[in-house]
């Protein structure tokens, strides 16, 4: 379950950092009684950027099979043995 908190909160630095690292979450700060901001860990984020690289990784893959943009294995081993004299 997401934590909600209000941005008056943020004056609690350390409480905040606490939180951000004793879960997976990210923390919704409100402003307002409106969302605001997200906060979350490095490795957290980090780990999310990478998630989501792999995700684009997975769609172009898709648009090039899709497109038959793709080579069969021999043929590609084939020109990279030629290409670097292997």
Do not use: F
């Not at 630095?13 to 409100?30: A, F, K, L, Q, V």
Request: hydrophobic fraction near 35%; aromatic fraction near 6%; glycine fraction near 4%.
């Amino acid at each position: 379950m997401p934590w909600i908190i209000p941005i008056k909160e943020l004056k609690n630095t350390s409480e905040i950092s606490d939180m951000c690292h004793g879960m997976n979450e990210p923390i919704y700060i409100t402003k307002n009684g409106y969302g605001d901001m997200v906060i979350m860990s490095m490795e957290n984020y980090e780990a999310m950027v990478r998630q989501i690289s792999v995700y684009r990784d997975i769609e172009l893959s898709e648009m090039q099979i899709a497109n038959k943009q793709v080579k069969d294995a021999r043929s590609a081993l084939e020109e990279m043995r030629t290409k670097y004299g292997l």
